[in-house]
């Protein structure tokens, strides 16, 4: 069986996508890593969309969730394209399926002319790895809302990529909502 990659509304997942989801979650971030991980009491924003890849032996191998949102940047409204929550299982690891789920979720906002750019956010460690991958780190601001209330987001590093336009590295840019 060759890799297969879906992209699929989140809404549109059925129970046995949730729970194959569910599975690769735990595999990443089992109990013991997930109740220490620093992020957990951030207020994150839910995903629209996800690309899922499946590997050669047809289990889910990898999941990126996807969002459009309107924010801004230095002022001028943009509708942003949200990447986050990319997950690939530790046993299925540089294999190239996280690569192949970000490329279809670029291609899935190139085809919307409104998406100015995309963001994602992670941790330093794997700036090189999205660098790799076209995206530029954000030198900039990036305003969030935790809870309604507006404040800087300090958690991780913000990575930008062009869709429509150039992607900005410095200057502002209001998320209007939670991370993703």
């Known amino acids: 069986m060759d890799v297969s990659i879906k992209l699929t509304r989140i809404s549109e997942l059925s129970e046995s996508d949730r729970t194959e989801v569910r599975a690769l979650a735990l595999a990443v971030y089992p109990p013991e890593v997930a109740a220490t991980w620093p992020g957990r009491h951030l207020e994150w924003a ?32 943009v509708l942003l394209g949200g990447v986050g929550g990319v997950a690939t299982h530790p046993a ?49 601001e990036l305003i969030v809302r935790q809870h309604g209330e507006p404040g800087v987001f300090t958690f991780n590093c913000v990575m930008t990529l062009g869709i429509a336009s150039e992607a900005p590295l410095v200057g502002t840019i209001d998320l209007r909502g939670p991370p993703w």
């Open 92 to 140: 299925a690891r540089r294999r190239g399926y996280a690569e192949k789920g970000l490329r279809m979720a670029v291609e899935f906002f190139r085809e919307n002319p409104k998406i100015a750019f995309a963001l994602l956010v992670c941790e330093e460690n794997l700036i090189p790895y999205y660098t790799r991958l076209g995206w530029q780190k954000f030198g900039g």
């Open 46 to 77: 839910s995903f629209e969309w996800c690309v899922r890849v499946w590997g050669s032996d047809g289990e889910l191998a990898s999941y990126a969730g996807l969002l459009l949102r309107e924010g801004t940047h230095d002022m001028r409204s």
